[in-house]
T-cell receptor, first 115, second 113 residues
């Protein structure tokens, strides 16, 4: 069975500081992994995705994530936070299960950026 | 390019009234279509998905229903709204490949009063 765990429902960083949002997954088959961002009262937007090519994936807005199979992790990072990064971030895993193709979303992590 | 349209953006409805939310996709054919709901401060709850015209799978039993009358049209309905139906409703589509990722609409904020 697939599952996604996002560690920390809220993360607060200072502007210019490193952003690290944690995601661990469980999947019985090689997974496809995604990060999405949601700004208030908007839909989710795809930030980046891992699809078994390079383990370090670069996305939009300066974000990147590294797939670590041994740790079953896909943490999202950004070297320097900007005020505009304040949003909610969702990790997701997709794969084939006995019930067919499924995508599971994490519960989300809200990022606060302090001036 | 592919786009997804969802409307209305906000909706305030009395308890017991009907609901119809519409979602359309442009620039692609035979998309997989989804309805999700976000309650306040909560994650995403998958309500319905569809892999083709007239094919609807329900993930959560409730007083909502979905229909797909055309390839790129997905409708979420209710005959009688409950207070617990309040939330942020999101339509999304994907291609048939698993690595496609979702493209989400801009959402509908539904408040049942």
């Amino acid at each position: 069975a697939q599952s996604v765990t996002q560690l920390g429902s809220h993360v607060s960083v200072s502007e210019g500081a490193l952003v690290l949002l944690r995601c661990n997954y469980s999947s019985s088959v090689p997974p496809y992994l995604f990060w999405y961002v949601q700004y208030p009262n908007q839909g989710l937007q795809l930030l980046l995705k891992y699809t078994s090519a390079a383990t370090l994936v670069k996305g939009i807005n300066g974000f990147e994530a590294e797939f670590k199979k041994s740790e079953t992790s896909f943490h999202l990072t950004k070297p320097s936070a900007h005020m505009s990064d304040a949003a909610e971030y969702f990790c997701a895993v997709s794969g084939i299960t006995t019930g067919g193709f499924k995508t599971i979303f994490g519960a989300g992590t809200r990022l606060f950026v302090k001036a | 390019s592919q786009t997804i349209h969802q409307w209305p953006a906000t909706l305030v409805q009395p308890v017991g009234s009907p609901l119809s939310l519409e979602c359309t996709v442009e620039g692609t054919s035979n998309p997989n279509l989804y309805w999700y709901r976000q309650a306040a401060g909560r994650g995403l709850q998958l309500l319905f998905y569809s892999v083709g015209i007239g094919q609807i799978s329900s993930e959560v039993p409730q007083n909502l229903s979905a229909s797909r009358p055309q390839d790129r049209q997905f409708i979420l309905s209710s005959k009688k709204l409950l207070l617990s139906d309040s939330g942020f409703y999101l339509c999304a589509w994907t291609g048939t490949a698993m690595n496609y990722g979702y493209t989400f609409g801009s959402g509908t904020r539904l408040t049942v009063v």
